[in-house]
T-cell receptor, first 115, second 116 residues
Framework: AQTVTQSQPEMSVQEAETVTLSCTYDTSESNYYLFWYKQPPSRQMILVIRQEAYKQQNATENRFSVNFQKAAKSFSLKISDSQLGDTAMYFCAFMKPTNAGKSTFGDGTTLTVKP | DTGVSQDPRHKITKRGQNVTFRCDPISEHNRLYWYRQTLGQGPEFLTYFQNEAQLEKSRLLSNRFSAERPKGSFSTLEIQRTEQGDSAMYLC??????????????FGPGTRLTVL
């Protein structure tokens, strides 16, 4: 079974600065997807960014980018120019395309952006 | 695109009562998932439907839990004889058919269950 570990339960960052959230996972699969989701205090989960394991290029979405290290099974999220609206819980998730699409989530990192 | 909707958003019930939650997925999505999320933890997979067929159930889904998706559109999750340990947020997600350009899941706002 796959496991996803987020070792930072809480983090904080000053507005406009950069922060990196860590995620490691364990799998014997070679093809899979990795995701970062954001869950603001209103609690609706929103997809932030997605990475296919077969792609060597790291995914980017505006201020959000990942550092995907397949050999190390590491998938960190970098948020640049942090904004107050980035305050949320962030979940790392793993999915095998062949496994009915269900995702395995980490326990999350609570990020607070301070003015 | 109205997104995934769930009803009710909040439910308070007494131990031993039955509750039912509804999920309406994005209209063109044939895959539907239920997850449970307790405070301070990530969502845990409960069950999965492709169209009307329930293809997978987690061991977390005890025999007090049942889910249906009768016409391959909306889904219901019923919990019988609720226990205090059932208190959690129940999340529904949907995704497009396999083989499409994305396997991304889109989540609803969740139903928060409190069992007194």
């Amino acid at each position: 079974a796959q496991t996803v570990t987020q070792s930072q339960p809480e983090m904080s960052v000053q507005e406009a600065e950069t922060v990196t959230l860590s995620c490691t996972y364990d799998t014997s699969e070679s093809n899979y997807y990795l995701f970062w989701y954001k869950q603001p205090p209103s609690r609706q989960m929103i997809l932030v960014i997605r990475q296919e394991a077969y792609k060597q290029q790291n995914a980017t979405e505006n201020r959000f980018s990942v550092n995907f290290q397949k050999a190390a099974k590491s998938f960190s999220l970098k948020i640049s120019d942090s904004q107050l609206g980035d305050t949320a819980m962030y979940f790392c998730a793993f999915m095998k395309p062949t496994n009915a699409g269900k995702s395995t989530f980490g326990d999350g990192t609570t990020l607070t952006v301070k003015p | 695109d109205t997104g995934v909707s769930q009803d009710p958003r909040h439910k308070i019930t007494k131990r031993g009562q039955n509750v039912t939650f509804r999920c309406d997925p994005i209209s063109e999505h044939n895959r539907l998932y239920w997850y449970r999320q307790t405070l301070g933890q990530g969502p845990e997979f409960l069950t999965y439907f492709q169209n009307e067929a329930q293809l997978e159930k987690s061991r977390l889904l005890s025999n007090r839990f049942s889910a249906e998706r009768p016409k391959g559109s909306f889904s219901t999750l019923e919990i019988q004889r609720t226990e205090q340990g059932d208190s959690a947020m129940y999340l529904c997600a949907s995704s497009p058919p396999p083989g499409t350009s994305t396997d991304t899941q889109y989540f609803g706002p969740g139903t928060r269950l409190t069992v007194l």
